[in-house]
């Protein structure tokens, strides 16, 4: 196949040809890696179906972001979130695993603050004990944090704002 492309087309780089063997064999070439500008997705809604458990109501309907490969759920209790933490609430957030979760393994969470895709000072951890489940997670700046979440085998994603507490 290569030989009858340089023959009709003249040559071509090297990548080029790779890219169209690949693509003749079912292969692919893999998109250069870029990394997102940090912006929350909360939104207001009808939970998904998987993230209702406990749930009186059938329809519940609150803020949550999904993580980028749709393995979790952030159910934002506190809404907005704050830094630093308001006395009148916590920045509560239950955290669903769509994927089953295996007794006794914690959810970690990797947290840094960006601007764009730039990252802004150190990186925190939080822990919540058992795995997925209620927590209050509070965060040392305002600002946009990309959250890296990792539970029984499993890894996802997601971005949250906390807002400037605006009674500190």
Request: proline share 10%; aromatic share 6%; charged share 15%.
């Amino acid at each position: 196949m290569l030989t009858a492309i340089r023959g009709t087309m003249g040559a071509l780089p090297a990548a080029a040809l790779a890219t169209l063997a690949l693509a003749g064999c079912g292969g692919s070439v893999p998109a250069p890696s870029r990394v997102s500008a940090c912006a929350s997705q909360v939104k207001t809604g009808v939970l998904p179906q998987w993230a209702r458990t406990g749930f009186s109501d059938p329809e519940p309907r609150m803020p949550y972001e999904l993580g980028r490969a749709g393995d979790i759920a952030a159910l934002v209790w506190g809404f907005p979130l704050l830094s630093p933490p308001p006395r009148t609430h916590n920045n509560k957030i239950l955290w669903v695993s769509r994927v089953t979760t295996q007794p006794g393994s914690d959810l970690r969470i990797a947290a840094q603050r960006m601007r764009g895709t730039h990252s802004l000072g150190a990186p925190v951890s939080r822990t919540v004990m058992g795995g997925p489940g209620p927590s209050i997670i509070n965060l040392p700046a305002s600002g946009c944090w990309r959250l890296t979440l990792r539970w029984s085998g499993r890894v996802d994603s997601l971005d949250l704002d906390y807002a400037a507490n605006p009674d500190a």
